[in-house]
């Protein structure tokens, strides 16, 4: 079994930045990591996606904006997010991928202020 514990979430002005965490535990065997987020009244969307080689992948809207990265030796995949927009806010998931199986953290809100 996996668990996802994320951190980092919170209230920011429009134009700020946050950083988000997401430590993975239990079976791990170089998976795959990824951020989706869900707003309210709003079907969850990929927001970036992490491979264990590194290859990232963005939503068009986070382009320029976002940086995903990891450290495999934590167990450990961040989200930081730089220029926020009040239509960043949202919940936002850890997403863990391996063998045929996906695993989801809580959720965590982040809300931007205009």
């Known amino acids: 079994q996996v668990q996802l514990v994320e951190s980092g979430g919170g209230l920011v002005q429009s134009g700020g930045s946050l950083r988000l965490s997401c430590a993975a535990s239990?079976?791990?065997?170089?998976?795959?990591m990824a951020w989706y987020r869900q707003a309210p009244g709003k079907g969850r969307e990929m927001v970036a996606i992490?491979?264990?080689?590194?290859?990232?992948n963005y939503a068009d809207s986070v382009k320029g904006r976002f940086t995903i990265s990891r450290d495999n030796a934590k167990s450990t995949v961040y989200l930081q997010m730089n220029s926020l927009k009040p239509e960043d806010t949202s919940v936002y998931y850890c997403?863990?991928?391996?063998?045929?199986?996906?695993?989801w953290g809580q959720g965590i809100q982040v809300t931007v202020s205009s």
């Open positions: 997403n863990l991928y391996q063998t045929g199986s996906t695993f």
């Open positions: 992490i491979s264990t080689g590194g290859s990232t």
């Open positions: 239990g079976s791990i065997f170089s998976p795959a």
